[in-house]
């Protein structure tokens, strides 16, 4: 058995703080200040997303070509997702005579659905991966989905939490939970949950 697989949820741990700390070392790179990081493409997450991958794929068991499928598959879901919420947040965040702009040049529906679909886009992401999963037939317990969707939704308000007791530099909200990367270890954790295959009560009560 692997190192990765024996002590799953100990290196599902590091790689979730590896990825953050990524995140943050490209922010301060390119500068705090405003809105700037909404402005370019962030290396950190082709980076964070591959050594998920790499993380996971020691994490399952399945056939070489089901593998190949299986990846290719996620990096299309993660190319779709990661466009999705670049254009939510720039709806949401975008503030003073540009948002205006793009607001009159917008139809109203469309500007509410890219501005709020950030909203649908959280729980979407354990349940994309969760269906992807059962599509190659790596079966996981609905409970685990329903806990990383849980734990995806309560990342929000404990990011939030852990900026105010930090006294993270800043405002102490949704948004800079995200620039701050303090959100991106609890994603990690709420997605990376689902690939850790539980060990039956029966094969516990025979160790």
Do not use: D
Not at 51 to 72: S, T
Not at 107 to 117: A, D, E, L, N
């Amino acid at each position: 058995m692997n190192i990765i697989k024996k002590h799953s949820y100990l290196s599902l741990i590091l790689l979730a703080l590896l990825c953050g700390i990524i995140w943050r070392i490209e922010i301060e790179h390119h500068g705090w200040k405003g809105l700037i990081w909404l402005s370019y493409f962030h290396i950190a997450i082709p980076i964070g997303f591959g050594l998920f991958l790499l993380w996971a794929n020691l994490c399952i068991e399945l056939k070489m070509y089901k593998r190949i499928q299986l990846n290719i598959t996620a990096i299309l879901f993660g190319i779709f997702i990661y466009f999705w919420l670049k254009i939510s947040l720039y709806y949401l965040f975008n503030s003073g005579s540009s948002a205006l702009i793009l607001e009159m040049q917008t139809p109203r529906w469309i500007f509410f659905v890219f501005r709020y679909s950030i909203f649908i886009l959280t729980p979407l992401l354990p349940i994309g991966t969760y269906t992807i999963l059962n599509i190659f037939k790596i079966k996981r317990p609905i409970k685990q989905l329903f806990y990383a969707i849980l734990s995806i939704l309560i990342a929000i308000p404990i990011s939030v939490i852990l900026l105010k007791i930090s006294n993270h530099k800043g405002a102490h909200n949704y948004i800079h939970s995200i620039k701050s990367g303090y959100i991106i270890p609890l994603i990690v954790i709420s997605i990376g949950l689902m690939l850790i295959k539980k060990k039956s009560t029966k094969s516990m009560k025979s160790l």
